[in-house]
């Protein structure tokens, strides 16, 4: 494996550890929370063609206890096909590719200071057919208390999808200075991202953070790229954000978004790798909208 790649799937793992959040070992597990979310990347080429694409990606996730199940669409919009290095040169690669994810999140205490964590996750990503699109997942860990609002994170994961079998040890660490909803500033590494966050009052906070975006997803049976194939998009993508509390349990998030690393894998029928192309980065925009009830 290439250095660089594998330090990206290490930022995967990273991430997929911290889908649970550092909380408060008395947080209210009866709570009901919706998310929705839209985000765009304007258009860019793949590197060394003339052709390329937009991208836009909005989904809605409903949690109860410890379940949550979320889908995302993703849109693209494709132009200079006959420019693309795959494809038939005619017909767009693919338009819509779809993500729906059904996960299991547990937690508890052995102590004050360290608690732990477990879970699992069932998903499909897929242009037309479900058919060999699903994966699954699980992640254990502990969470340590340090002391002075640092919270240590140590556990690992494993995915395994339709294109291989994944997993990693993880690390993850945060802080905030004057805890888990003050005032003033707060950092996360893999906390499900790395940010750095300055909390002005209850109702605004300002944000700077980047997050790895990485998905499978099965193409169509007459897929113009490979029949039966499959796509993974990866990325990474940073941003700053705004923001607002008006009301508890409500938040809303708007910022601006750079695409700072695309990829494109292109597997065959038999989950075998085929070809990688880079995409040029990108400015876009977010919208993120959190309601617990």
Same mark, same amino acid.
């Given at each position: ?7 990206? %799937? ?28 839209? &985000?765009? @990347? ?9 052709? #390329?694409? &937009? ?62 964590? @477990? ?29 002075? %609002? ?40 893999? &906390? ?16 700077? &953070? ?60 038999? #989950? %075998?790798?085929?070809? %990688? ?17």
């Amino acid at each position: 494996m290439k250095p660089f790649a594998f330090i990206i %799937n290490l930022l995967l793992a990273i991430i997929m550890l911290a889908s649970t959040q550092p909380t408060q070992a008395n947080q209210d597990y009866e709570q009901v929370k919706a998310r929705a979310w839209g &985000s765009t @990347a304007f258009s860019s080429d793949m590197d060394g063609y003339d052709g #390329g694409y &937009s991208h836009t990606n909005a989904g809605l996730a409903l949690s109860y206890r410890w379940f949550t199940l979320s889908y995302a669409s993703n849109s693209y919009s494709w132009h200079n096909v006959d420019q693309l290095p795959f494809g038939n040169g005619s017909a767009d690669p693919w338009q819509n590719l779809n993500m729906l994810d059904f996960d299991a999140n547990f937690k508890g205490q052995f102590n004050q200071q360290v608690g732990w964590f @477990a879970g699992g996750n069932v998903y499909s990503g897929w242009e037309n057919d479900l058919s060999n699109s699903f994966g699954v997942g699980g992640r254990a860990g502990l969470d340590f208390d340090l002391g002075h %609002n640092w919270r240590l994170r140590v556990g690992g994961f494993l995915m395994y999808h339709p294109v291989g079998l994944e997993g990693f040890p993880m690390v993850g660490i945060s802080w905030a200075q004057n805890g888990a909803d003050g005032k003033g500033w707060s950092f996360g590494l893999g &906390s499900p991202v790395s940010m750095l966050q300055y909390r002005f009052s209850p109702l605004l906070a300002v944000r700077l &953070s980047a997050r790895y975006q990485y998905g499978v997803f099965r193409l169509a049976d007459d897929s113009p790229v490979v029949e039966q194939g499959y796509v993974v998009p990866k990325s990474i993508v940073s941003g700053l954000y705004a923001e607002l509390t008006p009301f508890k349990n409500f938040s809303l998030i708007a910022g601006l978004e750079g695409n700072l690393w695309r990829e494109l894998i292109i597997y065959d029928d038999d #989950g %075998n790798e085929r070809d %990688n192309y880079d995409v040029d980065g990108g400015l876009g925009l977010a919208l993120r909208l959190h309601y617990g009830f």
